[in-house]
């Protein structure tokens, strides 16, 4: 059984989700399924269909979560001391010695990685290339654009 590293936020949000598919979804899908049994002929009923439907994704969905759940290594980053190397869930603030810009990346897992808040998943080429370095160290790192050269400013873990 393969185990993937995942935030305590990242399995906060699925437990999250999946409560809220237990308790509040589900209910509601079963009660469309009776509502729309008592329009009689289900052959031709529509919003029968559409709820069975739907239920399928519901159901599917919870099964997908329990199952990223129980496959999850849940690391707390912020209960491992920092000694300013780079590993999975940290905050990493780089500079691109190039234009002098910096920026923020918090290393996670694959279901976690939302490049438009910053998250990036430990298995990136970016990632990949921070793993295991230290604050202060400068690297390249292979982009579309063409290789980069970061130096790494800051290690969190937050």
């Known amino acids: 059984m393969n185990q993937f590293p995942m935030t305590v936020q990242g399995a906060d949000a699925l437990r999250e989700e999946l409560n809220y598919l237990k308790t509040v979804k589900r209910p509601r899908i079963v009660n469309d399924i009776a509502d729309a049994r008592e329009h009689g002929d ?44 780079v590993i999975f869930g940290v905050t990493v603030t780089l500079l691109n010695i190039d234009t002098d810009e910096e920026v923020k990346y ?41 290789l980069v050269e970061y130096e790494i400013i800051a290690v969190d873990h937050i």
């Open 42 to 85: 289900l052959k031709e009923n529509a919003e029968y269909h559409a709820a069975r439907e739907e239920q399928g994704f519901c159901e599917g969905r919870i099964q997908e979560i329990e199952g990223k759940l129980g496959n999850a290594q849940v690391i707390d980053v912020s209960k491992i001391p920092n000694n300013g190397k």
């Open 106 to 146: 918090q290393i996670v897992g694959d279901d976690e990685a939302d490049i438009k808040n910053n998250r990036i998943s430990v298995n990136s080429p970016i990632a990949r290339g921070l793993i295991g370095k230290e604050v202060d160290t400068e690297i390249e790192i292979k982009t579309p654009g063409g």
